[in-house]
């Protein structure tokens, strides 16, 4: 790799910056504007006194004079100076590497200037007086302000930084310039200089580190803040073309006709106040100018879901077409969003209904410059096919001409169900997607939005917690399509925070999707850290044996909350495998109340309703029958609880490969075609299947390994399930018939249950040992567990009590324990 | 130092600091042109205002015909007035912008002996003031 070169060490841009440490620019222009009038009243008096001899003048002419020369001098001085000043404010080319030359933006160039004029010729590139400067640049304080870092915290680092580090130039500036070709840049913002300042300068590191502020958010926040000053820079060369082009002009539509009915039912679309749509929306402003300059059938369908930015991309042509900068075959148009419920609204019959359309189709030919937006198109045709009209057949005279250019908006699943079955939609209608845009776009989007809930809602987001509202946007809300969902948090957070409050951090933005979701997006708090170190004993206070199994489990969670699991997958996926009886419902339901925080966080789907050839459609729903499928509402209701799927194996081979994608990416599309996450989802399957084997290994073989090794070869060789779906689990997770001895402990924890019940009435039992070997001994059932031990339970012992609660025996406040004699009698 | 600067501007002023303000002054006449879109209103400079058009009812009738030719011509009058204020108050800001214009830009040429020449004034003026 070649050296860079310094090939202007003195740029203009340096001595015009220099010249606000002489005067500050608000003095120059005060003192410049000042001088102006006062030349321009004491040229006019003096010319008024020597021309016209009024007599309040006289004997003043020689002062006017003065006056207008030293004002004069003064004017001409700082006109010339504040030129000089505003026309070099511009990146400078400043370096050079391998015939690329790199520019020092006008706030780079400030920080450098202002730590060492001669910065760009000496060998050496010193930290200290580089974050002296940086303390000074009029952008410092709202980058610390976006960062979350107090001013007192930096004032601090730079007084405790004595002496700094000192690097050599020619390093440094080949660090700065590998930056930027890593970032496909020519530009050195202030975020280059500093962020390569972190690799020489342990200090600022730490500091940045001990703020809490990683490198990405450091230089993505700074360049954020830059942009706005670097605006503000380029509206002080108000002379150049970019920024005149943007005042329209006048009279530009004298040449179109008006349109008075249109307008009745229509609204004109304006720039939006959003500064990126342009450059975030490129692609699709670009593919919208193209479409609409055909000859003929320049008509387009925008299509994109709910909240994608189908409107800032109307909005960013707007102003395209507005500042005279798209195509010239789109000069002077106007963007007109049709209002057709407001027609259907005033219209009767079919016949009032086409009249009024025709004439508003009419008219906007005949004007010349409209394009007409038509809003939820599929719903336009819909609406107005309930009064009998076509809308195509409608449309097409105008639309399959150059005489009117028709928008159309869209979503997906809309535009793919109703509109691009009909050969006439995709025939008149070029469609243009809108893309879900990369992080950096959706990062500069949100940011856009963001300073307009600022100045309206009178707060200021941190960084930090814009990048979180995109992050958590996108992985726990579920409705709506992104930018709007993190755009959606940053209102809810502006307007949910306290009035006293100014600052908005990701807390607060994780405490809103808490709010909405019911999903813990915080890490693990001591309280649930607790919970997770000790989950094994938890489980195991409602858990008779079945060590194995918990160990697997409560390990995979450990694993999910602790930041190892991706976030691509489910919280985690099990399959349990045992006979009946044996407590797998039971992990499952522990697991919730443990995990979950509450039992009814558990969804139970019994899979024997999903035999059948419509189990997929029960599921998932279908696009036909419009009815929404169970999984997809529950995932909708609720993302964030577990599912459990009873007996899997008894659902058809449809719905086992919808888990293919479910188990390994986390999600999967409805019958609707929308998108259904599974991502904060803990998915249980149980199954039987291989139960009997399991019992008779267990007589010869004492090795789980083994065991649960022979009853998936098992359920392999018998394709109960495919190997795809198998390999798809965290774990699969043996659950052993447990032995009678244990089953004496699952007896008493059931009983503790009808405890808990009398407890409510107000009666105390204590139940006895010898009362649950009772149980175990009607109960007890080899081939399905312990389940019948809860209808010896209900039938036996719950028979005894309540007939002693209504004959009176049993009373609020009484004690009651079986006798012997009792229990033998069950 | 401070003549040092001073030479520093001069410089600038006459390699690059002129050809800006060439440019500046050039950016104003186009903003000026465009502003009043007299392109735009020269191209239809004949066309109705508004493009509001009477139209001939069917089959010969020559009392509608004149009805209709005096009503568009009017309209194409009417338009052509318009345009014309436009159009001339866009002639006139040009003019305008060309005047000052040229002010400012010999001001620029001859600044340093403007500059020289005012402050000379100034202390003569202000010696005769106090003498």
Not at chain 1, 423 to 439: N, Y
Not at chain 1, 526 to 533: A, G, V
Not at chain 1, 746 to 757: F, R
């Amino acid at each position: 790799m070649s050296t860079v070169t310094v090939i202007n060490s003195y740029p203009w841009l340096f001595r015009a910056l220099r010249l606000d440490r002489i005067i500050a620019e608000r003095v120059r222009v005060f003192i410049m504007t000042v001088s102006f009038w006062i030349v321009l009243f004491s040229g006019a008096a003096e010319i008024i006194s020597s021309f016209f001899k009024v007599s309040a003048l006289n004997g003043y002419d020689d002062l006017l004079l003065g006056v207008s020369f030293v004002s004069g001098a003064v004017a001409l001085l700082f006109w010339l100076v504040e030129f000089f000043y505003r026309s070099n404010l511009v990146p400078a080319f400043v370096l050079e590497r391998e015939g690329i030359q790199y520019t020092f933006s006008v706030e780079t160039s400030r920080l450098l200037m202002n730590a060492e004029p001669s910065v760009l010729a000496r060998d050496a590139i010193e930290s200290l007086p580089i974050f002296q400067s940086f303390a000074r640049l009029p952008l410092t304080d709202l980058l610390l302000v976006r960062l979350g870092i107090p001013r007192e915290a930096f004032e601090i680092f730079l007084n405790a930084h004595a002496g700094g580090v000192s690097v050599l130039a020619s390093e440094f500036f080949t660090k700065v310039c590998d930056r930027c070709d890593k970032e496909r840049t020519q530009g050195i913002w202030v975020s280059d200089i500093l962020a390569v300042l972190m690799d020489c300068d342990a200090l600022w590191n730490k500091f940045l580190f001990d703020a809490k502020v990683t490198r990405e958010d450091f230089v993505a926040a700074a360049l954020w803040v830059e942009y706005q000053f670097s605006e503000e820079t380029k509206r002080k060369r108000w002379w150049d073309r970019s920024q005149l082009g943007q005042i329209s002009g006048l009279g530009k539509d004298l040449g179109f006709g008006y349109t008075y009915h249109l307008d009745m039912y229509s609204h004109e679309v304006w720039p939006g106040a959003m500064k990126y749509a342009r450059e975030t929306r490129r692609r699709e402003i670009e593919a919208l100018e193209q479409a609409l300059s055909r000859s003929y059938e320049a008509n387009v369908m925008l299509v994109g879901e709910e909240g994608s930015g189908k409107h800032a991309v109307l909005e960013g042509l707007s102003q395209k077409i507005l500042e005279g900068s798209a195509p010239a075959t789109l000069e002077f148009k106007r963007m007109v969003m049709l209002d057709y419920s407001s027609i259907t609204a005033a219209t009767k019959t079919k016949g009032d209904f086409e009249a009024t359309m025709i004439k508003l189709l009419e008219e906007a030919v005949a004007a010349g410059n409209i394009i007409l937006i038509i809003e939820n198109f599929e719903g336009f045709l819909s609406s107005i096919a309930s009064l009998g009209t076509d809308g195509l057949a409608l449309l097409e005279p105008y639309a399959a001409t150059a005489r009117l250019q028709i928008i159309g908006l869209s979503d997906p699943t809309a535009y793919h169900r109703d509109l691009e079955p009909d050969g006439k939609v995709t025939k008149l209608f070029e469609k243009v997607d809108i893309e879900q845009p990369d992080a950096n776009r959706l990062l500069m989007m949100v940011e856009d939005a963001a300073l307009i809930i600022e100045s309206r809602a009178r707060k200021v987001f941190t960084f930090q917690a814009i990048k979180k509202s995109v992050a958590l946007a996108d992985r726990f809300i579920q409705d709506g399509a992104m930018p709007e969902k993190a755009i959606d948090l940053l209102e809810s957070a502006a307007s949910s925070v306290a009035v006293s409050k100014i600052l908005i951090y990701p807390e607060d933005i994780e405490s809103v999707v808490e709010k909405k979701t019911h999903i813990p997006t915080s890490k693990a708090e001591s309280e649930e850290r607790d919970k997770l170190l000790n989950m094994e004993q938890l489980l195991h206070e409602r858990m008779i044996d079945q060590e194995e199994a918990i160990r697997s489990v409560s390990d995979a969670l450990r694993r999910a909350r602790s930041g190892l699991k991706g976030n691509n997958r489910p919280i985690g996926t099990f399959l349990f495998i045992g006979p009946t009886g044996v407590g797998k419902t039971e992990t499952a339901k522990a697991l919730a109340q443990v995990y979950f925080g509450d039992e009814e966080a558990m969804f139970r789907f019994d899979m024997s309703e999903y035999s059948q050839g419509d189990g997929v459609e029960k599921l998932i729903g279908s696009r036909d029958s419009k009815i929404p499928g169970v999984l997809a509402s529950r995932l909708r209701e609720r993302p964030f609880s577990l599912l459990l799927f009873d007996e899997f194996e008894k659902a058809t081979r449809e719905v086992h490969n919808i888990f293919l994608q479910i188990l390994d990416e986390g999600f999967f599309s409805d019958g609707a075609g929308k998108r259904v996450s599974a991502r904060e989802t803990m998915i249980i399957m149980t199954s039987n299947a291989g139960a009997n084997l399991i019992i008779e290994l267990l007589r010869v073989q004492k090795d789980s390994a083994v065991i649960k090794q022979s009853i998936i070869d098992e359920i392999r060789t018998k394709n109960i399930f495919t190997p795809e779906l198998l390999n798809r689990f965290d774990e699969i997770v043996l659950f052993k018939p447990l032995p009678k001895e244990e089953l004496v402990k699952v007896a008493m924890l059931m009983l503790k249950g009808l405890t808990k019940k009398l407890a409510e009435q107000e009666i105390i039992f204590v139940p006895s040992e010898e009362l649950a070997a009772r149980v175990v001994e009607i109960g007890y059932d080899p081939i399905f567990g312990a389940r019948p031990m809860r209808r010896a339970i209900s039938d036996r012992v719950e028979q005894v009590i309540a007939k002693k609660i209504l004959g009176g025996e049993l009373k609020r406040g009484d004690t009651f324990q079986f006798a012997s004699e009792d229990i033998k009698n069950l | 130092m401070a003549p040092a600067v001073f030479f520093d501007f001069l410089r600038w002023h006459y390699l690059v600091g002129i050809s800006k303000l060439l440019k500046a002054w050039g950016n104003l006449h186009w903003f000026l042109y465009h502003y009043f879109s007299i392109d735009t209103l020269a191209k239809s400079f004949f066309e109705p205002f508004h493009r509001m058009q009477e139209r001939k009812r069917r089959g010969f009738d020559v009392e509608d015909i004149a009805g209709v030719l005096i009503m568009n011509t009017v309209l194409r009058f009417i338009g052509m007035l318009v345009r014309s204020v436009f159009i001339i108050l866009g002639v006139f800001a040009q003019i305008v912008m060309f005047g000052v214009g040229s002010l400012l830009f010999i001001a620029a040429v001859l600044a340093p002996a403007l500059l020289v020449g005012l402050v000379v004034a100034s202390i003569v003026q202000v010696v005769k003031i106090f003498s």
